[in-house]
């Protein structure tokens, strides 16, 4: 039994680290959160007691210390995740971070700094074999990789087939948009599209004779407002119901009729459970989540997208394709987390008896 300090940031992460609580409690570990950003309000969404973390705090810096084992984070694109890990790692707490996706490697290790340099865990998680092959190949890595698949993926898609065994079609078909942070996180246009962009593309080439309801998910990171507007100056044009939800996501997929994004995380969530869905990248520069290109339907030209929206609406179920891959990710993969965490404390300890040498010296 150890004590575990989960932290987390961004939502991915958050939801990733979300998806281990039963199976660490059921192993007869104690936890402890500390979030910043997104990542309280969905951890405190799911009732979990959230702490705030200062690195200027030492005090309650050294009592976090004293308390915990290890340091489990998720990772993101800020300074929150490494500042936890090397404040506490410094003070002799085992660290390991997750990896919920396939972008971005290196970028979450970095302190963002002028020459910023990387900083590494002890170990660190990542949701396939795909994804060692990517950080091997990009050289940069020196901490021992463990394959851990996606918990939240495990935990979202049980729950929302449960809830869809007694799904029905809504009166007014109702299409769920889900957005990502694609203008603030690349705004150099490296992506080749983004969030707006795509859902303007979806107004402008729904079939004609469609009467159905558009919710539009926006991201955590994103400016509500942004959106606000785009979703007035379109209500004016259409004869549609436009929506902004702040709905949970997996209460959106047992209720949708369809699922359009780009690359979220959320459309493996659909297609694994069943959900219609389609994947939205209009002039992309290149490949970014190839799992996405696998598992459905992927426009890549905007000359596409009529069709593929009457398919959409059409359809009555989602062709699922590799699904053998998605389901492996999936599959026990809250155990396979919690067992990587366990080998690393265990590794951990190891490395502090070997380095202690003999007890009391020479005699």
């Not at 469609?210 to 100056?233: F, N, S, Y």
Request: aromatic share 8%.
């Amino acid at each position: 039994m150890s004590n575990l300090i989960l932290v987390a940031h961004d939502p991915g992460a958050a939801q990733m680290l979300l998806g281990i609580v039963g199976e660490a409690k059921w192993r007869g570990h104690a936890l402890r959160f500390c979030a910043d950003g997104p990542a309280v309000d969905i951890w405190r969404g799911q009732g979990l007691v959230v702490e705030q973390f200062a690195a200027a705090d030492e005090a309650a810096n050294f009592e976090l210390a004293k308390w915990s084992d290890i340091v489990v984070s998720g990772t993101g694109f800020g300074p929150f995740e490494i500042t936890c890990w090397s404040e506490l790692g410094r003070r002799g707490v085992a660290t390991f971070a997750a990896i919920d996706a396939w972008t971005n490697l290196e970028k979450r290790f970095s302190t963002h700094t002028p020459g910023g340099v990387l900083i590494q865990p002890d170990a660190i998680g990542v949701v396939d074999q795909y994804s060692i092959d990517l950080i091997v190949a990009e050289g940069w890595c020196s901490a021992p990789l463990y394959i851990v698949g996606q918990p939240n993926l495990q935990r979202i898609s049980g729950l929302v087939k449960k809830a869809r065994k007694s799904h029905k079609p809504n009166r007014q078909t109702t299409i769920v948009f889900f957005s990502e942070p694609i203008v603030q996180d690349f705004p150099d246009g490296s992506r080749g599209f983004d969030q707006y962009d795509v859902f303007n593309q979806i107004m402008l080439n729904l079939p004609s004779e469609t009467i159905c309801r558009i919710l539009v998910k926006p991201h955590p990171r994103e400016c509500i407002e942004g959106w606000m507007k785009i979703i007035g100056d379109w209500s004016n044009k259409v004869p549609l119901s436009l929506e902004i939800t702040q709905q949970n996501s997996d209460d959106l997929l047992s209720m949708a009729d369809g699922v359009i994004g780009m690359m979220t995380a959320v459309l493996m969530e659909a297609a694994l459970s069943n959900v219609p869905v389609l994947a939205l990248q209009p002039s992309r520069k290149k490949v970014f989540v190839p799992i996405i290109d696998e598992l459905m339907p992927v426009v890549t030209e905007s000359f596409q997208i009529p069709e593929a929206l009457s398919s959409l609406f059409k359809t009555s179920d989602v062709a699922v394709g590799n699904s053998d891959r998605l389901s492996s990710i999936a599959k026990n993969a809250d155990t396979r987390f919690v067992e990587a965490v366990e080998l690393v404390l265990q590794e951990k300890a190891e490395s502090l008896n070997l380095n202690a040498g003999p007890i009391g010296g020479n005699i």
